[in-house]
């Protein structure tokens, strides 16, 4: 638990921790208010038992003479009226100042989860490559969204108020003991002990229950996406009870946890008021058996009755916020961890170049480079190539060779275990931002979004900021004209999520016009062309070849044909590069390339 604060204080800012300290100032505030409200009832409530007796309350005898003074009131009767007043005002002040708090709190709670949960995006967004994929999506929508404001409602918010709830009830056990110190005792022993009893029974488990609602809202997100995700096949193979059934397992998980932890929430309330009854009941007997004068006992049973009122609602806030701490410290745990890294990536915002970014791109060169995704299998072997301005470059290779970890490596993606990688003699490293910013990229899985074709292919520009005249050039380039004069709403068309509204080559094409949009001067094509129609292909590596010499053009294509043009070709095999040459030389020297000419 202190871990976890410390942790959660190295995510929050100075500004955060001022409002903090402000919030914990508050409730002290509040904590006095709170016994004063009760403190100025008990001089109210003797006098009204004893209207002629003044004696024990000099302030009041003081503030009566005073007040007949300065004939504000004229007789005792005028009195009453006036403390009446003068005590309801109070509580109105008292409780304005609350809702006034308990705003401030409210307002800083989410302004919190905002910041937080936005960091975190903003750290899955920002980290490398290779992290991002191990990561899975079901568990990052589940920290964004969910595990933050749990993080907020059940555990920062509740720790907040087991803060102020404690200062509340310690100011009204001074209070009391100050009027009554052996009641008081009395009373806060009983009440207390039966608190800490309700806790202990319960708070272990409360802490798996925050662990299990973790585990399952991963779970159940991921059957939803995945089954979802692969909607077609899951109809085709009629595997919709599966997923039903896979999330129906994970809700329940949840559900189980959950009404665990809403009655916990709930059940402390009535043992709380049994105990304060009994509490109350018991002192009650206890005075009247020791011979208390009924005026007496009237009164401290007033004083402890509207105590009392008070100490039910906290003690039971108490328990709630110590239940919500406890099984929130399941969750938050998880969570922590990727804040953490978020707050530290957050503070050192997209790394720039330096002083030195690249303008025009030169020459990229590889020397000796070797990678791999796991310990286990070797990806990329020893592989040097340089590639200068303007050249074309066609990658080959059978499926899973490495033509595309190739292209993540040259993309600065993923970085090498060994070799080096230098952009105009310069270390990719040093310059990756500027290198990426040269570069227009089409991946072999293209990801649409569900937004109009504009948009898709001015990707992350806002709508007024977009040039519709390279919008209808590289429109057209893509092969894209007659697809948009057939649509009603032309480049407004809607194409729906993962651009499931048009087809798998029209997709593409989207995806080709979206690299061209930036006038990249390196064009990276990962089998770029593998949808289209022979075609529609043709067209458009036509509209490439008029690129030729003007642009550097990287191509993967499992169809030769498609990289026939280019100036040189690599050859990959089991990551290694087994061959290099012209289209001529190639097709009479290299075996792999033949083999793959023929497929
Ligand atoms: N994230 C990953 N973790 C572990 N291994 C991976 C990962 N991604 C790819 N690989 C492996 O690395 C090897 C090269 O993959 P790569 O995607 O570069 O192949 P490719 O030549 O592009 O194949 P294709 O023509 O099918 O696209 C494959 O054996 C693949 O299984
Ligand atoms: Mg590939």
């Known amino acids: 638990m202190i871990e976890l604060l410390c942790q959660i204080s190295q995510v929050l800012d100075r500004e955060d921790k001022l409002k903090v300290l402000l919030i914990l100032f508050l409730f002290l505030v509040g904590g006095c208010l709170e016994v004063i409200g009760i403190g100025i009832i008990l001089p109210y409530l003797a006098l009204l038992l004893n209207p002629e007796n003044f004696e024990g309350y000099v302030l009041l005898k003081k503030l009566y003479s005073v007040l007949i003074d300065y004939q504000i009131i004229s007789n005792l009767n005028g ?19 609350f809702i006034f708090s308990l705003r401030f709190q409210i307002r800083f709670n989410y302004e919190i989860y905002r910041r937080l949960s936005s960091n975190l ?35 920062l918010f509740p720790i907040l ?28 022993t009983l009440l207390g002990l039966t608190v800490v009893v ?35 096949t899951t109809k085709i193979l009629n595997k919709e009870a599966f997923f039903i059934q896979r999330f129906n397992s994970a809700i329940s998980d ?77 969750i938050v745990k998880s969570l922590m961890h990727d804040l953490l890294i978020a707050n530290f990536k957050g503070s050192q915002t997209s790394i720039s170049d330096g002083a030195q970014p690249i303008k025009n791109f030169e020459s990229l060169k590889l020397d000796n480079v070797h990678f791999s995704y796991t310990a286990t299998a070797q990806t990329l072997n020893n592989l040097s190539l340089t590639i200068d301005a303007n050249k074309s470059i066609g990658i080959v290779g059978h499926s899973g060779s490495g033509k595309s970890t190739l292209i993540d490596i040259m993309l600065g993606l993923l970085d090498p275990d060994v070799g080096e990688i230098r952009v105009n ?5 040093d310059v990756k931002e500027s290198w990426q910013q040269l570069i227009g990229y089409i991946p072999q899985d293209i990801y649409l979004s569900d937004d109009t074709i504009k948009a898709n292919v001015a990707f992350g520009i806002e709508k007024n900021e977009i040039d519709d005249k390279q919008l209808a050039l590289v429109l057209k380039t893509a092969q894209l004209e007659d697809l948009i004069n057939g649509l009603k709403e032309g480049v407004d068309t809607i194409i729906g999520e993962r651009g499931i509204k048009i087809s798998g080559g029209q997709r593409q094409r989207i995806g080709i016009a979206r690299a061209l949009y930036h006038n990249p001067q390196i064009l990276v094509m990962d089998e770029a062309t593998a949808a289209l129609d022979n075609v529609t292909e043709h067209e458009f590596m036509q509209a490439i070849n008029k690129l030729k010499g003007r642009k550097t053009l990287i191509m993967i294509a499992h169809r030769i044909t498609t990289v026939k043009n280019c100036d040189i070709i690599y050859v990959i095999e089991n990551g290694y590069i087994i061959d290099k040459g012209s289209y001529q030389e190639l097709s009479s020297s290299s075996k792999v390339f033949k083999t793959l000419a023929q497929l």
């Not at 595990?147 to 907020?152: E, H, N, R």
């Not at 108020?161 to 806060?188: A, D, K, W």
């Not at 206890?286 to 906290?314: A, D, H, Q, V």
Request: hydrophobic share 50%; net charge positive.
């Open 425 to 429: 003699n310069k270390l990719l490293l």
């Open 254 to 330: 949840m559900t189980t946890a959950r009404r665990y932890y809403e009655l916990s929430q709930n059940l402390p309330r009535f043992f709380l008021e049994t105990a304060i009854v009994t509490v109350m009941l018991s002192l009650a007997m206890l005075m009247l058996f020791n011979g208390k004068p009924t005026r007496e006992l009237i009164l401290t049973l007033s004083i402890f009755g509207m105590s009392g009122m008070r100490l039910m609602p906290s003690m039971n806030r108490i328990l709630n916020a110590l239940n919500s701490t406890r099984y929130s410290q399941g």
């Open 121 to 155: 995006l903003s750290k899955y967004l920002k980290e490398s490559y290779l992290n991002h994929i191990n990561r899975n999506t079901s568990e990052i929508i589940k920290n964004i969204n969910q595990q933050t404001l749990d993080l907020v409602q059940a555990f």
């Open 161 to 188: 108020i087991l803060i102020s709830e404690c200062l509340i009830v310690l100011l009204l056990l001074v209070f009391l003991l100050f009027i009554n110190p052996l009641s008081s005792l009395y009373v806060f």
């Open 79 to 97: 009195f009453y009226i006036f403390l009446t007043a003068l005590v309801i005002f109070f509580y109105w002040l008292k409780n304005l100042f």
């Open 198 to 232: 309700i806790f202990m029974c319960i708070r272990k488990r409360l802490h798996f229950s925050g662990e299990a609602i973790s585990r399952s809202r991963t779970e159940a997100n991921k059957q939803v996406l995945q089954g979802l995700g692969s909607f077609k």
